[in-house]
């Protein structure tokens, strides 16, 4: 499944012969997409986070920037390991090579302070840094 709310989950689930394995989400730090992610934990459904930098507009978010440099990582590592320890699994995009390798570099914990913050965040991809938005 993609993008199934709460409300579609109850719809599709009694019509089931098959249970959904998957349902793919829209989900980065700043958007809070609690109740599906709760949904899909209750029906033992994985979460898959797509456009985890917000199409990229997140990528240069100053408060992620800062929170990612004490780690000694960038921002978009930063929101890949958020949304691992959310539970999710997590897809990325990214055309660059360096991105690639980047983003697969994950071997840091972000502490319960820190995960707690960055759950807090609202609004990130509408900060005034905000890259235009371009679909590669
Ligand atoms: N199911 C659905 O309804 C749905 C909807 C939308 C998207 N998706 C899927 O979700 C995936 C990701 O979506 P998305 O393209 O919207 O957004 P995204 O992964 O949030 O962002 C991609 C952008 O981030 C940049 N980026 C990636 N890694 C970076 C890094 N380490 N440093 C700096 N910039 C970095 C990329 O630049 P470069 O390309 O220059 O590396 C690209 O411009 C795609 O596979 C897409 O098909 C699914």
Same mark, same amino acid.
């Given at each position: 499944? +993609? &993008?199934? /709310? $709460?409300?579609?989950? /109850? +719809? #599709? #689930? $009694?019509a089931c012969t098959v249970k959904p394995?998957? &349902?793919?989400i829209r989900w980065f730090?700043? #958007? /809070?997409p609690s109740d599906t992610v709760r949904t899909c934990a209750e029906h033992d459904i994985v979460v898959e986070?797509? +456009?985890p930098f917000a199409h990229g507009l997140i990528v240069n978010h100053p408060e992620i920037e800062q929170i990612a440099a004490r780690y000694g990582v960038s921002a978009p590592q930063l929101c890949i390991r958020f949304l691992l320890q959310k539970g999710a699994v997590v897809l990325p995009k990214a055309t660059s090579t360096a991105h690639i390798e980047q983003n697969a570099a994950l071997d840091f914990e972000i502490s319960a302070d820190d995960m707690a913050v960055l759950d807090a965040m609202r609004d990130t991809d509408k900060h005034e840094d905000a890259m235009q938005f371009r679909w590669s």
């Open positions: 499944m +993609s &993008n199934f /709310d $709460p409300d579609d989950l /109850d +719809s #599709l #689930l $009694p394995m998957v &349902n793919q730090i700043g #958007l /809070d986070a797509y +456009s």
